[in-house]
């Protein structure tokens, strides 16, 4: 979204960008799932309703996984004992 509001500027499409950066990184990108589609609807409150969190939320739960951010809201759902958060 950086990049498609002007926020970011690139030579090179966002896609283009995305796939060589996981090439050289050798990270895994995890499947947005069924299953943790529907588990982001069903999390434990309070949590805000922005949907991207919420995903992100699902499958750091779904995979065991520690979500690095500095999102006071997604910190304190951390804090909170919900999710695997670090703050940076």
Same mark, same amino acid.
């Given at each position: 979204?950086l990049?498609?509001r002007?926020?970011?500027?690139?030579?090179?499409?966002?896609?283009a960008?995305?796939e060589d950066?996981?090439k =050289?990184?050798g990270i895994?990108?995890?499947?947005? $799932?069924p299953?943790?589609? /529907?588990a +982001?609807?069903y999390?434990p409150?309070?949590?805000?309703?922005?949907p991207?969190?919420r995903?992100i939320?699902a499958t =750091?739960?779904?995979?065991d996984?520690?979500?690095? $951010?500095?999102?006071?809201a /997604?910190? +304190?759902y951390?804090?909170?004992?919900?999710?695997k958060?670090?703050?940076?």
């Amino acid at each position: 979204m950086l990049i498609s509001r002007g926020r970011i500027h690139s030579t090179k499409h966002a896609l283009a960008w995305f796939e060589d950066f996981v090439k =050289a990184s050798g990270i895994h990108v995890q499947t947005a $799932t069924p299953a943790v589609m /529907i588990a +982001a609807s069903y999390l434990p409150e309070p949590l805000h309703s922005d949907p991207m969190d919420r995903i992100i939320i699902a499958t =750091a739960r779904e995979h065991d996984l520690t979500i690095i $951010t500095r999102d006071r809201a /997604i910190l +304190a759902y951390g804090a909170a004992g919900h999710v695997k958060t670090l703050a940076c």
